[in-house]
């Protein structure tokens, strides 16, 4: 009977141990794409949408704007938003990348504004949804280049973890205006390359954004990765390599509620306070 009560114990704590340090890798939630152009009207401000998921995934948004005078900026996202990385792309007289992060308080879709100091005719951006994600310490590595010139824009290689996720961000703009049509494409097939396309134009501005996803069973350098404009060129870019860690995703921020591990902790010592006052009443019973 005294190994059954010592049984129970160590069982709930071998239970709490186990639900501490298991963890899945990092998980596509969502992709989207956004566009705004005009003709007529300059703006300067845009929506991009986060995606569906849950709450406690890890979002990111990328907005990319044409800088045609060298003066424009943006102005952080209203929210709880984390700045990752803003700049310019290569060259002159070209377009400058925002890219920010937070953790989803709502499982459903939301619109951001991006919003950038000066007034222009074209917006592209994209989203990224991933559940997994450590909630205390997201990011491994990030790292971000830019140049002007050829058809090809290069995402630099970072180091990177076990289960994470590498999210590629580029921003680049074409110095001849193409002849299509403004497009957004999502492909979130995982027998794919995981992507999305955003590009929008008008008579005489253009600015595209695209993001892709890796996932990484092992440690070590994630390898660099090549966007080729197939229109020709020449064009100039932003590109962004971004290491996500996976892990225990924060709890929601609601009410201070216990989280599973301290309500198993709890549940651990009211179980060996009982044990042990059982223990003893039965001697003193038995005496």
Do not use: H, K
């Not at 704590?13 to 596509?28: F, G, H, R």
């Not at 209203?78 to 990385?85: E, F």
């Not at 590109?239 to 924060?250: D, E, K, N, V």
């Amino acid at each position: 009977m005294n190994r059954s009560i010592l049984f129970i114990p160590v069982f709930i704590l071998s239970l709490l141990i186990l639900s501490s340090v298991s963890q899945a890798d990092v998980a596509l939630e969502d992709l989207r794409g956004n566009i705004r152009f005009s003709s007529e009207v300059p703006f300067n401000t845009a929506v991009v949408e986060t995606g569906n998921g849950n709450i406690g995934d890890f979002e990111i948004i990328a907005c990319s704007v044409v800088n045609p005078n060298e003066v424009n900026n943006f102005t952080p996202p209203s929210g709880t938003w984390v700045p990752l990385d803003t700049g310019d792309c290569g060259g002159s007289n070209t377009c400058i990348g925002g890219i920010w992060s937070r953790f989803a308080e709502i499982g459903g879709s939301q619109d951001i504004n991006c919003n950038w100091t000066e007034n222009n005719f074209v917006f592209a951006a994209g989203s990224v949804r991933l559940s997994g994600v450590d909630g205390e310490n997201p990011i491994i590595n990030i790292d971000c280049e830019q140049g002007a010139g050829g058809n090809t824009a290069v995402a630099p290689s970072i180091n990177t973890e076990a289960g994470s996720a590498v999210v590629r961000i580029f921003t680049f703009s074409p110095l001849t205006v193409p002849n299509f049509e403004p497009f957004v494409s999502v492909n979130t097939n995982p027998m794919e390359e995981l992507r999305y396309e955003a590009f929008s134009l008008n008579s005489f501005q253009v600015i595209a954004n695209d993001g892709l996803i890796d996932f990484f069973d092992i440690d070590g350098p994630s390898g660099s990765r090549d966007l080729i404009y197939t229109e020709g060129g020449p064009i100039s870019w932003r590109a962004c390599s971004i290491a996500i860690r996976m892990g225990t995703p924060p709890p929601p921020e609601v009410a201070e509620v216990p989280t599973l591990n301290e309500w198993g902790l709890i549940a651990f010592a009211a179980l060996t306070g009982i044990a042990g006052f059982w223990f003893i009443r039965r001697r003193q019973i038995t005496a």
